[in-house]
């Protein structure tokens, strides 16, 4: 069990302990932040999207080819930082991680 730290956004910023084996999204989608992940983490909803924060967007797993099309639909994509929570496994290096909930669209 990790701590990761979550903005939501109204701008609160909440500590929340992650779950390990697990992707971010299954976390976050606990919590009533917006993040409403309806495929199930089939990676074609875009409704679990999160901004990585500049420290981490190196230490994630490189994003595959239909991650980066559908994030790169969205207006609020951002080429440095946007990443689907759902395809993001969480484990222990990823400790103490913070993300920030994207708009809604
Ligand atoms: S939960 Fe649908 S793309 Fe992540």
């Not at 932040?33 to 901004?51: E, L, N, P, R």
């Not at 190196?58 to 559908?70: A, C, F, N, S, V």
């Amino acid at each position: 069990m990790s701590e990761i730290i979550v903005t939501d956004r109204d701008g609160g910023v909440h500590r929340v302990t992650a779950r390990e084996g697990v992707s971010l999204m299954e976390t976050l989608r606990e919590f009533d932040w917006g993040v409403a992940a309806i495929c199930g983490g089939m990676c074609s909803c875009a409704t679990c999207h999160v901004y990585v924060a500049e420290p981490w967007v190196d230490r994630l797993p490189p994003m595959q080819g239909d991650e980066k099309e559908i994030l790169q639909e969205l207006e609020s994509y951002r080429p440095r930082g946007s990443r689907l929570s759902c395809q993001i496994p969480f484990e222990e290096a990823l400790a103490g991680i913070e993300v920030e909930v994207a708009p809604d669209e």
